[in-house]
């Protein structure tokens, strides 16, 4: 059974850094694309990062410069490094599976995680 | 940069036909694939690449592509698909999601 577990979310002032995890277990990260996606209150999914191969890494134009997307094979864990954060950033960041710029595979975001929050305020 | 459109919401009751459409230039050249999400669940994959369903996912859900416009069809709608569903869709550096439907079955 696949199961990506997210932890780090938590209130963080303007300005601060925070590092979301993926743990994941019944699937490879290194093996697979692996995407993070984010949802603020009550609006809609937006694609934040993914990373792939060997350590290939695109971001959404939202996020460039200020996050960064890793992984750890070791661990089996997926990353990400959020810098400079803003009141914007506000939103529940899920990890999931899948991503490839193909987007023809079952296995692109067939996993995803409970999300785990962050919230950006003074 | 993409950009795909989606209606805010659709109504339907219990048993009718719900169809949610989904549109961008991006449509015409890549896959779309739509998923479900209701209130403090992660997203669920519905249909991939256009027209496919997933094992688990009801055979009332159905997805069909034409031009730069798809659409997610769910025949003889249940109270519980009730949610909002997002399209998606992705190029070599671009990946997008609408901005999603609430289906609303009552």
């Known amino acids: 059974e696949v199961q990506l577990v997210e932890s780090g979310g938590g209130l963080i002032q303007p300005g601060g850094s925070l590092r979301l995890s993926c743990a994941a277990s019944?699937?490879?990260?290194?093996?697979?694309?692996m995407s993070w996606v984010r949802q603020a209150p009550g609006k809609g999914l937006e694609w934040v990062s993914i990373?792939?191969?060997?350590?290939?890494?695109y971001y959404a134009d939202s996020v460039k410069g200020r996050f960064t997307i890793s992984r750890d094979n070791s661990k089996n864990t997926l990353y990400l490094q959020m810098n400079s954060l803003r009141a914007e950033d506000t939103a529940v960041y899920y990890c999931?599976?899948?991503?490839?710029?193909?987007?023809?595979?079952?296995?692109?975001?067939?996993?995803w995680g409970q999300g785990t929050l962050v919230t950006v305020s003074s | 940069s993409y950009e795909l459109t989606q209606p805010s919401s659709v109504s339907v009751s219990p048993g009718q036909t719900a169809r949610i459409t989904c549109s961008g230039d991006v449509l015409a050249k890549k896959y779309a694939r739509w998923f479900q999400q209701k209130p403090g669940q992660a997203p669920v994959l519905v249909i991939y690449k256009d027209s496919e369903r997933p094992s688990g996912i009801p055979e009332r859900f159905s997805g069909s592509s034409s031009g730069t416009t798809v659409t997610l069809t769910i025949s003889g709608a249940q109270v519980e698909d009730e949610a909002d569903y997002y399209c998606?869709?992705?190029?070599?550096?671009?990946?997008?999601f609408g901005g999603g439907t609430k289906l609303t079955v009552l």
């Open positions: 019944g699937l490879t990260v290194s093996s697979n694309y």
């Open positions: 999931a599976r899948g991503g490839s710029g193909v987007n023809d595979a079952l296995s692109d975001f067939d996993y």
């Open positions: 998606y869709s992705a190029g070599d550096n671009n990946r997008v």
């Open positions: 990373i792939y191969g060997s350590s290939n890494t």
